[in-house]
């Protein structure tokens, strides 16, 4: 019996070539795996001693020989097969452990591996007398099945499909790379997603759910850390994701701010200098009724006297931040046992999103905000004062990340009022500011996309909106800027659209 040992991640490889050279196996072990194996003192050969060839091309060319991969592919239920290794003096290989040049981590040609898919992909094929390992999570059932007398051909075939997975994982990889990022959009894109784990279930009980995360991409919620509460469900993920990028576009980390979601869309949004307690008693009062269940996401340490006005309010389902200090965690949990406490670093930049219809796929490149405020336009007789340009830059950003029909009312960088996800804007605008109260008076308020009439518009004026900016680009600009002109509200447009479904 013999196992071929060739492996760049050497994690586990000593015990194993251990475990195996007990079991009776005769080892074979090239370049460094070899060298590691001679270090520990465990007997092996070198896959120069098996192919009587030595090492070439500063390592290209090592295990590409026919006494390697003839000992790896023959099968052995075939005659013919058995008696070109007898002839060849040739002898089988039972065991092919085999992992890869580290590609992901440094991009390259040298990093681009050869001998190690060429072996994996022989073993894997010839799965019906050889055993594949491609991870070492796997050594410890690979010598369980051994110790038993023979490795089962399901569990080598399990392996193998995971070989094969390992394969095309890398050769993407590759193919990604050499193809460059010229294209925003490329013909083709590789997908591999990864479970990371299943969720109690998806957007409803009745359906199955999990989280998974791109092979070859970053997400901050691999980075995330959770203090307390319930495990997170599918839709505490989504909302936190969404709750946590607004946060951080909200403003730059010189200053305190606070979003609170509920159902993907912003119910709570503010900015304080006077602290993060403050920013978050703002956000929550935006809307007090919506915030219970919510997702509150924070950009500063929640400290003791923002952690006793989290506890004071209802609950919330999630609460996202920085980090904790000392001794919240511990006060939070006692008072609300089944809030997520989640310490996460900040999110990284989106690449693609992808969206399923059915068995089809929508592809677009992430929103980013493009059009700076230098190059927003005013274009009524009333000009927005500093104060109400400050508001509208908040309100623009809310809105952005507000399902459409989107309305949004900022005060003080304080969103006061959030109109939601409404079939037309006029309705929209009707909620947002139905929701602000009495604090809509000389506010400031956004559009995510045009007005196609003034009827929304001045919905917002009449209540009390001193300040509107919306993308512009209606047929219908001309009567919108006339009526804001007649109910004296100033009006910048973007010339950039946001809508989100």
């Known amino acids: 019996m013999r196992a071929l040992l060739s492996v760049y991640r050497k994690e586990g490889i000593v015990d194993l070539a251990r475990e195996l050279s007990a079991l009776g196996y005769e080892l074979v072990a090239s370049g460094g795996t070899s060298s590691a194996l001679a270090e520990a003192g465990i007997s092996h ?11 070439m091309l500063d390592g290209r060319v090592k295990t590409l020989h026919p006494r390697i991969h003839g000992g790896i592919l023959a099968d052995r239920s075939k005659p013919a097969h058995m008696a070109d290794l007898e002839r060849m003096g040739i002898e089988t290989i039972d065991v092919v452990v085999c992992n890869l040049y ?67 994982a890398y050769d993407r990889l590759i193919s990604d790379w050499l193809s460059g990022s010229e294209e925003r959009l490329p013909e083709r894109i590789g997908l591999r997603l990864e479970k990371a784990r299943g969720l109690r279930y998806g957007e409803n009980p009745h359906q199955m759910g999990a989280l998974y995360f791109a092979s070859n991409r970053s997400s901050w919620l691999q980075g995330l850390k ?5 495990e997170l469900s599918y839709l505490n993920l989504f909302d936190a994701d969404a709750a946590w990028r607004l946060v951080h576009e909200l403003t730059d980390s010189t200053r305190p701010a606070a979003v609170i979601v509920k159902h993907a869309n912003p119910c709570g949004a503010a900015v304080s200098d006077a602290g993060i307690s403050e920013a978050y008693r703002l956000a ?13 996401a924070l950009n500063r340490e929640v400290d003791a006297e923002l952690a006793a006005e989290l506890a004071a309010n209802p609950k919330a389902d999630v609460v996202i931040a920085p980090g904790y200090a000392e001794g919240v965690v511990e006060m939070l949990a006692a008072k609300r046992k089944n ?76 969103a006061v009022g959030i109109g939601a996800g409404q079939q037309n804007r006029l309705d929209s605008a009707r909620i947002a500011t139905t929701k602000a109260g009495a604090r809509v008076l000389g506010s400031s308020g956004a ?32 009567k919108v800027i006339e009526a804001a002109d007649e109910a004296g509200v100033a009006m910048v447009f973007t010339g950039e659209r946001h809508f989100k479904h």
């Open 45 to 55: 050969l070198s896959v120069e001693e098996v192919t009587g060839s030595p090492e």
């Open 284 to 296: 929550f009062e935006a809307d007090p009724v919506s915030a219970f269940g919510g997702i509150v």
């Open 339 to 414: 809030t997520r406490l989640i310490e996460a670093p900040s999110p990284e930049e989106a690449g693609l999103q992808v969206r399923s219809l059915g068995n089809a796929f929508l592809v677009q490149e992430p929103d980013r905000f493009l059009a700076e405020a230098s190059g927003w336009k005013v274009v009524t007789k009333a000009v927005p004062t500093p104060e109400q340009m400050r508001d509208l830059a908040m309100a623009w950003k809310v809105c952005a990340r507000t399902g459409s029909n989107a309305v949004v009312v900022v005060k003080d960088e304080m």
């Open 102 to 168: 580290p590609f992901a981590e440094t991009p390259s040609i040298e990093t681009i591996d050869v001998g190690g898919p060429s072996m994996i992909r022989a073993a894997a094929k010839n799965h019906a007398s050889v055993a594949v390992v491609t991870d070492p999570s796997d050594y410890p059932a690979l010598l369980d099945a051994l110790r038993q007398g023979e490795v089962p051909l399901e569990f080598r075939r399990r392996l193998a499909a995971k070989a094969f997975d390992h394969l095309s």
């Open 226 to 230: 959770q203090h307390s509460g319930m």
């Open 447 to 478: 559009s995510d996309a045009f007005f196609p009439f003034p009827d929304a518009m001045l919905a917002l004026a009449e209540a009390g909106v001193a300040a509107i900016i919306s993308p512009g680009g209606s047929i219908n600009d001309a």
